[in-house]
């Protein structure tokens, strides 16, 4: 069997807001193999206006209700710290984002900073099918 390459819109362009917004919450079907291939893959576009930037959060669940935002993590000295993963964009242009993946349902959501403008945002999903 072969796969097939296909994109899903799940955000259309729209303007965006000071609270993060979630969008299509991307979950696992007979038809979507993203979590075989631990691999999620968006396309960005964002116009800028005068903003100072777009934040963008991935989220996962393994139930659909309780959700765990994708962390990193630094070792300084003999320090651990884990903190939040939030993407800043800030420049008006297409993105290619990649992020590993492992869990059946995914929420990706967007915010602006400093103030409201037109600034716009579309995001993509890529899905392999096999």
Known sequence: MQSKYESKVIRSSAILTSSYVAWTVIW???????Q????????????????????????????????????????????WTCSLWEYSITATWNYELASPVKTKFIKVSVKWTWTATSSLCDIK????IS
Do not use: C, G, H, P
């Open 28 to 34: 696992q079907t007979d038809n979507n193999i993203v």
């Open 36 to 79: 075989e291939l631990n691999q999620l893959v968006l396309l960005i576009s964002f116009t800028k206006w005068s903003l100072d930037s777009m934040q963008l959060k991935i989220e996962v669940s393994d139930d659909w209700v309780t959700y765990y935002q994708q962390a990193f993590t630094s070792i300084s000295w003999w320090t």
């Open 125 to 128: 999903w890529i899905v392999w």
